[in-house]
């Protein structure tokens, strides 16, 4: 194990030419921020993020907005969206001076709550928040979220609400009765109920890197149309949900509301805010004619699933077509479902095309039923 370990790194140095040119100092400086990583940067940026909702079809903003406030601690962060490890590099792009370059005029807030209120969830000063009156603007985008030094090491929290004031911040930008995009910066998962049933618009995008200001403002100004979806549960409605995974194991007693003594919370749903696999796009896509080869698999056998999957939106897009299996009976308690297959494919309006997933010894169920899902439904 230890010599397969170091192969791997000598592995890699290899392929970096590190025996024949160890110091490369020089050449780091000229790639980092170069045209090509940028555009890659960006593209990675944009892939991964997440549209969680998006009410009254608000996005993609209209470039001809006459006023767009964007809001929020993080707004106009330049190191948050960086995470907790990343090199110093001089041009980094904050989101409010990305969404700026659209085209509307640029109404920037003040900011709305310390740096000290976003990453202690402890310390909450009296902060009084005076952005430049939404009630003047079309469209409020407020960014909220955590700070890059409250994840990775030694950044452990007691609960996952928004640090600080920022959900006091969200409430009233709502009161005003605005349209409300909340842009989510953050390393884990966290609970935003309120803002999940309140706001117009959710765009989770994690920690995006040097890119994160241009691949923001590109989603909600329609230039990409987002088509990531959660590789988790997002998230908890409650901290006491914790952990929560979508291929848990099977009870024996599934919930059901009409009986008591079934595995569930008095308080609250079983079930996450936002399940895996689930992300939305400015498109729809509509699954139709599945197939599949054989109904059962021998233990050595092999089976072809397949589904046609249709863009039936005006947007030319990308949807993520995932496989999912479950064991009905097994000599050992199985997940309720498993992913054992996706695809994310792009599709222009009114294009269709077949997917195809190959189930063999290794992954398959002996029975398979209801198997392919498509993600921006939420099944």
Same mark, same amino acid.
């Given at each position: ?67 767009? @406030? =964007?809001? &929020?601690? +993080?707004?106009? %962060?330049? /190191? ?134 241009? @691949? =923001?403002? &590109?989603? +909600?100004?329609? %230039?990409? /149309? ?154």
């Amino acid at each position: 194990m230890i010599d397969e370990a170091v192969r791997r790194v000598l592995r890699i140095k290899l392929r970096l030419g590190l025996f024949e040119k160890p110091y490369t100092e020089e050449g780091r400086q000229n790639t980092i921020g170069s045209a090509e990583n940028r555009r890659a940067a960006r593209e990675v940026a944009t892939r991964s993020m997440v549209l969680l909702k998006n009410e009254r079809n608000l996005l993609p903003l209209s470039k001809e907005l006459k006023s767009l @406030a =964007i809001i &929020g601690p +993080l707004a106009d %962060d330049q /190191n948050s969206p960086m995470g907790s490890w990343f090199r110093r590099w001089k041009e980094r792009r904050r989101s409010y001076a990305a969404c700026g370059n659209q085209g509307s005029r640029l109404g920037r807030a003040r900011r709305s709550a310390t740096q000290r209120d976003v990453r202690s969830g402890m310390s909450r000063p009296q902060v009084s928040w005076k952005p430049c009156e939404p009630r003047d603007s079309d469209t409020v985008v407020v960014a909220v979220g955590e700070s890059a030094e409250m994840s990775g090491e030694a950044a452990c929290r007691a609960t996952l609400d928004l640090p600080g004031k920022q959900l006091e911040l969200v409430k009233a930008l709502v009161a005003t009765n605005k349209p409300v995009v909340v842009v989510l910066m953050n390393g884990r998962p966290l609970t935003i109920n309120w803002i999940a049933e309140n706001s117009t618009a959710i765009l989770e995008t994690w920690f995006a890197g040097t890119e994160a200001g241009n @691949a =923001i403002a &590109g989603i +909600l100004f329609g %230039d990409v /149309n987002p088509g990531g979806k959660l590789s988790r549960d997002v998230s908890a409605r409650a901290i006491g949900q914790i952990p929560i995974y979508y291929n848990h194991k099977s009870t024996g007693r599934p919930p059901d509301a009409a009986n008591k003594y079934t595995s569930k919370y008095l308080d609250a749903p079983v079930t996450p805010l936002f399940p895996f696999g689930f992300g939305l796009s400015y498109s729809q896509f509509k699954l139709s004619d599945v197939r599949v080869s054989e109904v059962r698999i021998r233990p050595d056998g092999r089976v072809m699933v397949s589904v046609e999957i249709e863009n039936t939106g005006k947007y030319a897009g990308d949807e993520v077509v995932q496989l999912y299996i479950k064991h009905v009976a097994a000599s050992v308690t199985r997940p309720v479902r498993e992913l054992r297959g996706f695809q994310r494919i792009t599709l222009k309006p009114g294009e269709k095309r077949r997917v195809e997933f190959t189930l063999g010894p290794s992954n398959s169920a002996s029975t398979i039923g209801n198997a392919v899902s498509s993600s921006n439904r939420g099944t």
